[in-house]
């Protein structure tokens, strides 16, 4: 009896979403509602938790989440509000990890990807016999891909700095880490997938097989379909990495340093670097920060007087594996190929690490600043994409220049190269339209009451870079125009739109993106 009503609860409060009248309930509800009535919540704490996300900028409140047991149970929920006259919008949350709302769903559904993981009784991630890739839920975090291909032997070439994001939610956006100038981003790094449409088909995708929606997704912000499963290539994972950080006072070293490494990227060249990112030191009272913790404490103090002298520090980090055989040999091809290099003299460090912990470098930090409660505040992030030929400008403006004056800097701050060879154009990601572009990030966190202080600069940002006319891109966009949105997929707008049309006509999906459902 409690479940019929819990049943008719969930029911009236989707239909009051999909503004059908009353009436209508008492007449009996169609069984595909009634399929997924019981893996639907409205309970607060669920309602509340997918009105969050990682940002705690934006909140938009879901009339009810659905906790899928199956990709099928998502397709029925599309289907329902697919085949309404007035449908309902539906975003999938991988793990929130979103800034401004991308996968919230004002009056709609949520759905909770990572309830299908429970479900897949550990069958969500599955190494295929021949061991050259592995199927895996669009709902699994890139740290468990990790650990299961790992006790394969195995490995993905393409990661993100932190792996506590669904597969799905990268694939969604890009993917990118200090491997993408070598192997591209994650997005290059998908054979085939199983999405859920916005009009509740259920379709294989792949360069040969329905490769409109395949592309489409790649990049595509979750406007086509929801990312049930994704073909990952797989290769022998190495056993360790030999990690290595240069200092540097001088941009233009720093970036002709950067972009002479990168252009030694071929995937099976043994000269090439495995990974490679900068970043920007300043005064914050310590060269390590949450994202990773790497300078010998012994060192800081002749660090902290390099920053203070020279108020910018940029670093280098770049990245050699080894398995047993180049054990030995990895400490002697790397300084061969930083031999040269314009870094600071003593100020290079270096480090020799599992690769797994390489890799997972990020957590650690997370679970400091969760114990000490800094963890859920506002984080005001901005990531751009650059063009090489711009990016002295924007170090002169933007680092130099409006970080330095305004000098709220609270957290890392990213900036490194990739190369275009490696992202497909069929993609719906955005790039800017050069050869080598860097990818600079602010990862700023913020109390409660002064995230706006960052979003300010970050448009100030912006501003400065319309005026000097640099051809920027935002990663992991968010606007608030329509006019923006056309100007940011620029050439890409109108093939976006016919694939919206083609795939999710009824707009449905992740409204959060605030991309079709704007002014
Ligand atoms: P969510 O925030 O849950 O969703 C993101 C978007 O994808 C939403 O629009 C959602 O509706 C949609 N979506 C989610 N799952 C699916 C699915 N299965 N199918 C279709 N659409 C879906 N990014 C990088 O590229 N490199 C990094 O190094 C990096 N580091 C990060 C570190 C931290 C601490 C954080 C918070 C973010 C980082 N990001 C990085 C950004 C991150 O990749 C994106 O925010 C990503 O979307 C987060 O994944 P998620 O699972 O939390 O997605």
């Known amino acids: 009896i409690l479940a019929y009503f819990t049943a008719i609860f969930i029911i009236s409060r989707l239909v009051s979403i999909i503004g059908i009248s009353k009436p209508w309930i008492n007449m009996s ?8 009535s019981g893996k639907l919540s409205v309970d607060p704490s669920a309602i509340e938790s997918a009105s969050q996300d990682f940002g705690h900028i934006v909140k938009a409140i879901p009339e009810a989440v659905l906790y899928p047991s199956t990709p099928e149970d998502i397709a029925s929920l599309i289907k329902f509000s697919y085949k309404n006259s007035v449908p309902f919008s539906i975003a999938a949350k991988g793990h929130g990890h979103s800034i401004r709302g991308q996968a919230m769903a004002n009056n709609g559904v949520v759905v909770d990807m990572t309830s299908l993981k429970k479900h897949r009784n550990g069958t969500g991630i599955q190494v295929s016999s021949d061991g050259l890739y592995a199927d895996v839920g669009g709902e699994q975090l890139w740290i468990d891909v990790l650990n299961t291909t790992l006790e394969h032997g195995l490995a993905p070439v393409s990661w993100t700095d932190y792996l506590y994001l669904t597969v799905g939610g990268t694939l969604s956006n890009a993917g990118i880490s200090g491997q993408t100038f070598r192997y591209g981003p994650q997005i290059s790094n998908v054979n085939e997938m199983d999405v859920i449409t916005g009009k509740a088909d259920f ?5 040969k097989k329905n490769s409109e929606l395949f592309y489409a997704v790649l990049g595509g912000l979750g406007q086509f379909g929801i990312i049930t499963r994704a073909r990952i290539p797989l290769e022998p994972a190495p056993k360790g990495v030999k990690w290595v950080r240069m200092l540097y006072n001088d941009f233009s070293a720093f970036s002709r340093d950067q ?11 043994k000269n090439a670097l495995d990974y490679l990112e900068g970043s920007l030191l300043m005064d914050q009272g310590s060269p390590d920060n949450w994202r990773s913790s790497f300078f010998p404490h ?19 980090e770049v990245v050699k594996h080894y398995d047993d055989q180049t054990e030995n040999t990895a400490d002697k091809e790397l300084q061969q190929l930083l031999k040269g290099l314009s870094y600071m003299p003593g100020f290079m460090f ?10 997972n470098r990020v957590r650690s930090g997370e679970l400091q600043l969760k114990s000490q409660g800094l963890w859920d505040v506002p984080h005001p992030w901005f990531s751009l994409f650059i063009p090489k030929s711009q990016i002295a400008d924007f170090n002169d403006g933007v680092f130099k220049g409006i970080v330095l004056e305004r000098n709220i800097t609270t957290g890392p701050l990213l900036v490194y190269p990739m190369d275009r060879k490696k992202w497909d154009d069929r993609m719906s990601a955005v790039i800017p339209d050069e050869e080598i572009f860097y990818t600079v990030g602010f990862l700023h966190s913020s109390g409660f009451d002064d995230w706006e202080a960052f979003d300010d600069q970050n448009k100030e940002i912006m501003q400065f870079c319309d005026k000097a006319g640099i051809g920027v891109k935002q990663y992991l966009p968010y606007y608030t125009t329509k006019e923006e949105w056309v100007h940011h997929f620029g050439s890409k707008w109108k093939t976006f739109q016919q ?5 999710d006509p009824k707009m449905l999906l992740s409204p959060g993106q605030r991309i079709f459902n704007i002014n």
Request: charged content about 30%.
């Open 29 to 36: 509800p169609k069984p595909l509602a009634l399929d997924i």
């Open 203 to 207: 379709l294989t995708c792949s360069p």
């Open 259 to 269: 972009e002479l490494l990168i252009s030694i990227n071929g995937r099976k060249d």
């Open 298 to 316: 012994a060192d800081h103090p002749k660090i902290i007087s390099l920053i203070t002298k020279h108020r910018i520090i940029y670093c280098l």
């Open 350 to 359: 270096e480090k020799d690490v599992l690769y797994v912990e390489f890799l």
């Open 499 to 503: 694939r919206k049309d083609q795939f």
